[in-house]
């Protein structure tokens, strides 16, 4: 977003990552937003609702989504 020259703002500052994202990156990068997405709502849960929620496996697959996600973007920009 930033390098494009925008902030997401508000309350919903995730969510609004995540639309930019579909919308900018479009239909090549639609598994990798439904993917953001998920670990979107599934970090809310763990920030808000119940703690402990997310396994240690779950963790370290997340983490490695999201490297190989950075790395695309990345390449894109």
Known sequence: MFSKGYRP???AQHVSVVRFCETVLGADFEKDN???DRMRR???ALVYDV???MSQ???HNAIM???EFVQKI???I
């Open 9 to 11: 703002g508000g309350e």
């Open 34 to 36: 439904i993917m953001f």
């Open 42 to 44: 599934k970090r809310h």
């Open 65 to 67: 989504r999201a490297k």
């Open 51 to 53: 703690a402990g929620s």
């Open 74 to 76: 990345k390449e894109l």
């Open 57 to 59: 496996t779950e963790a």
